[in-house]
């Protein structure tokens, strides 16, 4: 299976908010933007595999600025790594204000893993990824030490099983470590 860019994953999807996705402080509520970062998700993550794909976690949200109402908002969405039928996809999130002005900010970000699977539900292997710029190298390179550590807290590896892991903490007894 011949390994993508992520680029090819590339989803950009525009919402306004409006009054009725809005709190009592008139800004927007966090579950729908993690609707609108679902969404944005699953379709960069069918884009990568082109099968069916379906929300395995949530592993990232950072709310870090509000999005007041009236505000244009700009999701992007690529797959960041793959792994045998998962595939980690990166969110991104930018505001645009309505005074006019045009400002744009990077808001918010989120990570999700994504499965893809066969008519039946069952898991399916999917195309590895092959970074192109520093950010994706950058964001590649932490996937493998992000999903070892939800391994671990789910139960699912041994702490001591983690070489990502235990090679950032423990360089000097990492196999790459070792003279």
Known sequence: MKSRKPSESLTIMTEIVLPNDTNNLKNLFGGQLLSWMD????????RHCRRIVVTATVNHVSFNHPVPQGSIVTLEAKV???????????????I???TG???????NEAIYTFVAVDQLGGPIQV???????????????????RRQL???LSGKMKPE????????FYPE??????N
């Open 39 to 46: 969404r944005c998700a699953a379709i960069s993550a069918h």
């Open 80 to 94: 960041s790594r793959a792994f045998s039928s998962s595939m980690e996809v990166f969110v991104d999130v930018f």
């Open 96 to 98: 645009e204000d309505n």
């Open 101 to 107: 002005q045009g400002q744009r900010i990077q808001a």
């Open 127 to 145: 195309p590895q990824i092959s970074p192109e710029t520093d950010l994706e190298q950058k964001r590649y390179d932490g996937a493998l030490r």
């Open 150 to 152: 939800a391994l671990i």
């Open 161 to 168: 099983d983690a070489t990502e892991l235990r090679a950032l």
């Open 173 to 178: 007894n990492s196999p790459e470590g070792k």
